[in-house]
């Protein structure tokens, strides 16, 4: 249980002074937006959102995999989504080779042979954002009302662009 005490520890000094609990947990600003699993990352502060204004739906890569799509659906159902961002960002790891790469990579350092497996690593953000993009605006299950956009965000300037 130690391995996690200095989280807890640190969770402690957050809850003392919280003050965002008691609301429904529906988008405030109606906005849902996929990305990296990347810890230069931050959605919210990116945007100028705070706690409660968007859902946060990150995946390597910031790609469409089955679970991001579910909670697309539910949050343009059920949790006042009526915009979509797919944010990709640069210098992204899983754009720097393909999914045989990244098998060998894992290889390489822990001798783990996962070759086959689907990483989504493609070195075409272009193509994977307009892909995603794509998938999102036809997918049936999405409410028409929703808008979706392709955004590339620049982890070195803090800057992001609509490219889609």
């Known amino acids: ?13 957050y809850a003392e002074s919280f003050s965002d609990g008691g609301f429904d ?12 699993m990347d810890s230069r990352i931050e959605p919210l502060a990116m945007l100028g959102l705070k706690l409660g204004d968007a859902k946060i739906l990150r995946s390597p890569g910031g790609r469409v995999t089955p679970d991001v799509l579910t909670g697309c659906i539910l949050g343009s159902h059920l949790l006042n989504v009526d915009r979509i ?7 992204c790891a899983m754009a720097s080779g393909t999914d045989a790469e990244v098998a ?12 086959g497996m689907t990483f989504g690593a493609n070195p075409d ?4 954002l307009d892909f995603d993009v794509r998938l999102l605006r036809s997918h049936p299950a999405i409410k028409p009302r929703t808008k979706i956009g392709g955004f590339l965000y620049d982890v070195d300037s803090g800057k992001i662009s609509q490219v889609l």
């Open 1 to 13: 249980m130690g391995e996690f005490e200095d989280l807890l520890k640190a969770n402690d000094v």
């Open 125 to 128: 953000q272009d193509r994977t």
């Open 25 to 36: 947990g529906i988008a405030r600003a109606g906005v849902l937006v996929i990305t990296c």
């Open 104 to 115: 060998d990579k894992i290889i390489e350092f822990s001798s783990m042979d996962l070759r």
């Open 85 to 91: 961002m797919v944010v990709q960002h640069s210098r």
